[in-house]
């Protein structure tokens, strides 16, 4: 069973910094492309960033490219989202997706 788990959410001000977590299990990060995508409030889900099977390629919505970085450990099987620079428009919840999989999510707000 494919399990997704979010963490590393939270509250921080304008220009923060937070590193977000996906602990995968029932299947193997390096097999297949992962994302983060995310959904402000009353918002629909939003494209944030993919990184290949390979982990070689890595793209990001123009909104977050230069800020935001994705990366994995393949021997914790685990995906990660690094979010610098953070703007109050980066407010959402954070989901990983594993083809149509997403785990619970994490909250990320950004207010001063």
């Known amino acids: 069973e494919v399990q997704l788990v979010e963490s590393g959410g939270g509250l921080v001000q304008p220009g923060g910094s937070l590193t977000l977590s996906c602990e995968a299990s029932?299947?193997?990060?390096?097999?297949?492309?992962m994302s983060w995508v995310r959904q402000a409030p009353g918002g629909r889900l939003q494209f944030v960033s993919l990184i290949s099977s390979g982990g070689t390629t890595t793209e990001y919505a123009d909104s977050v490219k230069g800020r935001f970085t994705i990366s994995r450990d393949n021997a914790k099987n685990t995906l990660y989202l690094q979010l610098n620079s953070l703007k109050i428009e980066d407010t959402a919840m954070y989901f990983c997706?594993?083809?149509?999989?997403r785990g619970q999510g994490t909250q990320v707000t950004v207010s001063a």
């Open positions: 029932g299947f193997t990060i390096s097999q297949a492309p």
């Open positions: 997706q594993y083809l149509n999989n």
